[in-house]
């Protein structure tokens, strides 16, 4: 297991030192006892200085084997610092295992994975300043399980 992980940090690394972004904000929130619930929301707030550039934003979903869906639908707002909605509320869905093989998507270790969900490419904000991106999840379950932590990710768009 520990060659495993080595080898999954090496990798990692590599792939991260070609990257050409810029990241602005990256950040995850653990869940509760690896459940999401439905009332909870979860924001993530971070500062935008140079809005002549722009950003792609990304949701981190990190989940267990035992997720017992295929997908994930979840809500999502960006609103500025006085609590105005940039763009109005959108939902997105995002595959977690593969819906014919059950395998998991997406990169892990162990019984663990980590998906990528892309929200916006080459975003420009008006102006700098504080911002927040409200996530919700939009699934048939008030109480997700084995949904261990949700992040978000603001870069700058690659040139």
Do not use: H
């Not at 994930?72 to 819906?99: F, H, Q, R, W």
């Not at 980590?114 to 008006?126: Q, R, S, V």
């Not at 399980?145 to 603001?154: H, L, N, Y």
Request: hydrophobic residues 35%.
């Amino acid at each position: 297991m520990t060659k495993v992980y080595t080898l999954f940090l090496i990798f990692s690394l590599f792939l991260l030192s070609g990257c050409s972004t810029q990241i602005v904000y990256e950040n995850y929130i653990d869940l509760d006892d690896n459940f999401w619930a439905q009332d909870n929301q979860l924001k993530f707030d971070f500062e935008i200085q140079d809005p002549s550039a722009a950003y792609d934003l990304s949701i981190y979903i990190r989940n267990g084997l035992s997720y017992p869906f295929y997908n994930l639908y979840v809500k999502y707002e960006l609103v500025d610092e006085k609590g105005n909605a940039i763009l109005p509320s959108d939902m997105k869905e995002t595959s977690l295992m593969d819906p014919t093989t059950g395998r998991p998507l997406g990169s892990g270790v162990g019984d663990f994975y980590n998906n990528e969900m892309n929200i916006f490419l080459d975003y420009k904000f008006k102006a700098p300043g504080k911002y927040s991106l409200k996530i919700d999840q939009y699934m048939r379950l008030d109480s997700l399980p084995d949904i261990t932590a949700i992040g978000i990710k603001v870069a700058k768009s690659k040139e």
